[in-house]
């Protein structure tokens, strides 16, 4: 494991290196509002378009078990090696502790067939469900503003810490898992999900609301945020400017208020007894996940006894809540 990631961290130089020789990258970067500054906080380089660039700084870049366990290299159909990320700017992702374990890269220029984004594959050292970017640059200001944004792409988290807001971990296009919320709760009791308006913004936050339910407390503070307009993080605080991104995010949605409109858009009847008896059927087996946060269970069963008829105590037999209080 040691090896593999000695063998990410001198690719990780190189592209280092290439950034710095690259006229067309720092302007992709320039040109996104980044700085050297904090390209340099997140160790951005670049990837340049040649089929075997990594051969510079690997001398036994063709023998080389490793590079290929890492993802850096690939075989093509003739057993030929080549470099999986070309013409790319290209961030680092690292553990907590600050090991570089895999990449992301961004095309500069659109090529077809070519996917905007590439990861690097699943390794020893890489389990893209277990990593949220940005989280080692982001761990001091999580902890001394008790509160982390979790947005979805890498420019998101580093547009943001280029505007000052150096709380921001991105899950990589990932679903929010419940590794990554108790990693985040154990640093600050306060999360703002940000995710795009459309549908699959939407998705991703009812993900995200899944993963939240076993590890709210009363003292958790939950929220999601969804900007409008095609915006994301990135495009958002770069035309609106980030007082208004903080705006946004005192005007995000509640745990408890996305719980109940995720809980109606399932689309069942409450006109009649038995789709007031099928919704709150619906919401108890997520209710019996909030098991240390009576006081937001009990709001959330009111407004569930409101919409349905039951009563509280009523709601609370039926869905075998009672150990949850």
Avoid: W
Wanted: some cysteine.
């Amino acid at each position: 494991m040691k090896q593999l990631t000695e063998v990410l961290q001198t690719a990780a130089s190189y592209y280092r290196q290439m950034l710095a020789a690259s006229p067309a990258a720092v302007a992709y970067l320039n040109g996104r509002g980044i700085s050297g500054e904090v390209a340099a906080l997140f160790g951005l380089g670049f990837a340049p378009d040649a089929f075997q660039g990594l051969a510079d700084v690997f001398p036994d870049y063709h023998s080389s078990q490793a590079l290929v366990d890492t993802g850096l290299v690939t075989t093509s159909e003739n057993k030929r090696r080549y470099d999986r990320f070309r013409g790319r700017v290209m961030f680092p992702i690292s553990n907590y502790s600050g090991e570089i374990i895999a990449f992301g890269g961004r095309v500069i220029e659109a090529r077809d067939g070519a996917p905007k984004y590439l990861n690097s594959p699943e390794t020893e050292v890489f389990h893209k469900s277990d990593v949220l970017y940005g989280l080692h640059q982001a761990r001091s200001a999580i902890v001394e503003s008790g509160m982390t944004y979790v947005v979805e792409g890498y420019l998101d988290v580093v547009s943001l810490a280029q505007h000052g807001v150096r709380n921001a971990v991105a899950t990589m296009g990932t679903a929010t898992t419940s590794g990554h919320i108790l990693e985040l709760l154990l640093l600050a009791p306060r999360i703002v999900f940000c995710f795009d308006g459309d549908e699959a913004g939407r998705r991703a936050a009812a993900k995200a609301l899944d993963a939240c339910r076993p590890f709210m407390l009363d003292t958790t503070d939950v929220s999601f945020m969804f900007l409008q307009g095609g915006h994301d993080p990135d495009s958002f605080v770069r035309k609106f400017g980030v007082d208004e991104f903080y705006a946004a995010a005192g005007r995000a949605t509640p745990f408890e208020r996305f719980f109940l409109a995720c809980l109606v858009s399932t689309g069942l009847a409450i006109d009649s007894a038995e789709g007031k008896a099928a919704l709150a059927n619906a919401s108890f087996p997520a209710l019996r996940e909030i098991r240390n946060a009576p006081e937001l269970l009990e709001r959330l069963l009111v407004a569930i006894a409101r919409q349905t008829g039951f009563s509280v105590n009523e709601l609370v037999f039926l869905g075998g809540l009672e150990n949850n209080f």
